[in-house]
């Protein structure tokens, strides 16, 4: 099976026409993992949406296979990319079933309801996500974990080709965290090219696969994850100093404190 590759050209991006980044070029093929480091205010969630054409690059070009997704409608991005954005992502007065089957609306002609196809592919992503036994519950009601969860589940009901997810750890505790990045990297060796943003670069190390900083409008460095999250290009990024120690589960980053 050849596996669909994503590839970022010289995008530049920046809001109503000012730029804040870049020559930014990265590529990706579905099944492998991309984790986007950079600090507060370095344009991630803004980079992102260029890529899925939230807001229009101001240059540069996004490819699927060599096609430039620049002329793409609305649902054949949706059947494409899936995006779990920052933070909630929103309020869902719905059961999780019923949100999760949501996803399902790029793959809908207009005015069609769900049939059985969108209903096995609801019910595929709860199980992918070990939430079945949550499909009940309203969403409102949910923890952080949980919501995050359901969310990556419904971006997983458009059975997309890549996930892009901005920082799908914020706000949840260690357990859940892990959790959460267990089931991404479960995903990825199940064939879906994950793009997603952290703050945490020993997440990257979790996930392994490939890393990018984005740091001052630019790519400060793009490669395996073990090249690119070091203690220089961590003292660049975020002005302190790191050590990166090897341990029994991988490798970790220690700051300095003193
Ligand atoms: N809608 C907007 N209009 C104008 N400027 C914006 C808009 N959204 C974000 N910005 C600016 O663009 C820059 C990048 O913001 P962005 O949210 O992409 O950064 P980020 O790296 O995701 O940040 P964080 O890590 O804090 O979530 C910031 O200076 C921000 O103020």
């Excluded at 199940?190 to 409008?217: C, E, K």
Aim: some cysteine; hydrophobic content about 40%; charged content about 20%.
């Amino acid at each position: 099976m050849t596996r669909s590759r994503l590839s970022v050209e010289e995008l530049v991006i920046g809001h109503d026409g000012k730029p804040i980044g870049r020559d930014i070029s990265f590529s990706l093929t579905a099944g492998e993992t991309l984790s986007l480091l950079g600090p507060n205010g370095s344009g991630k969630t803004t980079l992102f949406k260029s890529l899925l054409r939230l807001i229009e690059p101001i240059g540069g070009s996004v490819r699927v296979d060599g096609q430039d997704v620049g002329g793409w409608s609305r649902p054949a991005m949706a059947r494409c990319f899936g995006y779990v954005p920052q933070a909630g992502g929103g309020y869902f007065p719905f059961s999780v079933r019923e949100m999760v089957l949501m996803g399902r609306t790029a793959h809908l002609s207009a005015f069609a309801s769900p049939g059985h196809r969108d209903q096995d592919a609801a019910e595929a992503a709860l199980k992918q996500l070990g939430i079945t036994h949550l499909a009940e519950r309203p969403y409102p009601q949910l923890s952080g974990g949980e919501r995050q969860l359901s969310l990556i589940a419904r971006a997983l009901a458009q059975e997309p080709r890549f996930l892009i997810l901005d920082e799908p750890t914020a706000s949840l505790d260690f357990g859940n965290q892990v959790r959460v990045l267990q089931q991404i990297r479960r995903l990825a060796d199940s064939g879906i090219g994950i793009v997603l943003s952290t703050h945490h670069p020993d997440q990257a190390f979790m996930l392994g696969g490939r890393a990018i900083l984005l740091r001052d409008g630019g790519l400060a460095a793009s490669g395996p994850v073990s090249e690119v999250i070091t203690p220089p290009h961590l003292k660049a990024l975020y002005g302190i100093e790191v050590q990166v120690l090897e341990t029994a589960e991988g490798r970790i980053c220690v700051p300095h404190y003193g």
